[in-house]
Every structure is written in structure tokens, then in C-alpha cells.
């Protein structure tokens, strides 16, 4: 299905809730670019760890802003996989930015609002042409609050840990559940309670709780709100 008109689709909602998933595949099925918006706060936080600003102890907040003009993200299209990779300073970081270390990190780079300016600023610039699906934490409260389509992902803690406790063993990743569980548990904290664009869902957004759900109930359920937009405007 291509859509005529070029909308905006937001996609927010806790992590491990299948939100890139589904970006994915629906702006596949509609032609719309998609824009995963973690892979850029994973890639600062990875710019951050690579140059010493952040470890297990410590966060050189400072020393990190001092040098995040020199912090170049550039998304590229990869047409095997049929979607676009993240570049940091012309290097593809992709197999990088899904770590635990970064995992474990990446909250605490993301509450910097110095870093959410420079990378909102950035999503909006994006969308300039709409025809777009960003998934993100605060895409429909902050970087497009007038988005035509917005929907908020959530399942439970127990259930999105199980999710990513089995992708990263599939990828040869030797972690235990309880580790998995508690950074779910840890990231959801941090992710709702920072101060600056904490993870809200929107008064307009449509709530998809898909606990009980697998990733093609979910993409039919999304993708009967999207065809209801459209015939709707
Ligand atoms: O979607 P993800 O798990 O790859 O996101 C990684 C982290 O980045 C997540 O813990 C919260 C943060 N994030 C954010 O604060 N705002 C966004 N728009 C996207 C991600």
C-alpha cells in the first residue's frame, strides 16, 4: 500500500515493546522513510564511552558537551536490509550501539538536554518532506507534537525482558534474564522520570499494549489505525 498523502507517524513507547519493529515494517509497506531515533542517543552514548567521557563509574558530562559539536550522525540507506544504518563520523556503528554496555549507559547520556536539542533538532529537520515513521520516546510530545498519527507502545516489564533476553542469546550474547530485567527495569525509571522530555505518552497518541500479542498481531493492529487516518483525512 503507498500512501498518497505524506503524513507524519509517531511512534513512542517503552524499550523492547517491538517500536522498531514495527516502524520498520510499516513504513516498508506504506514507502515511508524510517528513523529509528535510539540509534542516535546509543551512538552519542558510544562517541561518549570510545572517548572516555562515560564508563561503569563515572559521566564527564562536560567533557562530553565540550566536544558534541564534533559529533556527526548520518543515517544511510542499506538496501539489503531494506532500511537505513546509523553513521558516526562516517563510520558505521550499527553493530556497536546495540551492546549492553551502551545499553546500561545510554539513559543517563539521554537526559542531557544539550544532547536532546542537538538530536531533536536534527529528527526535525528529517521530517521536513513528511512521509515519515520516527520511533522514539518523544516523538509525539516533543519532536512532532502536531504528528497526524501517533502511537504509544507498552507490555509488561516480565514480557519485554523475555523479548530481549532471547534476541540477544539468538545473537550468541551470554546474559542472564535477571541482567536483561533489570536494565528493562532500570532504563523504564530513567526514561519516565528525567526531567527534560521524559517518556509520556501523548493526550492524542493510541495506546498498543502488546503483551499478549506477536509482532504481526501488532503491525495488523497498527496498520488498521493507519488505513482509519486515511480515511479520515
Ligand atoms: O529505543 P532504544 O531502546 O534503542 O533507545 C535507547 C535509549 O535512548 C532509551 O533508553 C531512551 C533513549 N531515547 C530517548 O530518550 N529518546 C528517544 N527519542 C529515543 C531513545
Redesign the pocket.
Known sequence: MTLTKNIIIAIDGY?STG??TLAKHLAKEIGYVYV????M??AVTYYAMINGFIDEKHFDKEGLLASLSGVDLSFRFNKDLGYAEIFLNGENVESFIRSMSV?NK??QV?AVPEV?QKLVEQQQKMALKKGIVM?????GTV?FPEAELKLFMTASAEERAKRRYKEMRDNGVDIDYQSVLENVMS?DH??TTRSD?P?VKAADAIEIDNSQMNVDETYVLAMSYIKEKFQNI
Open positions: 524499550s517500536k522498531s529509528d531515533t535510539g540509534a542517543y546509543r545499553s545510554v539513559s539521554a536532546r520511533d522514539g520516546r518523544d516523538i519532536v532504563r530513567l526514561d522530555s517518556l
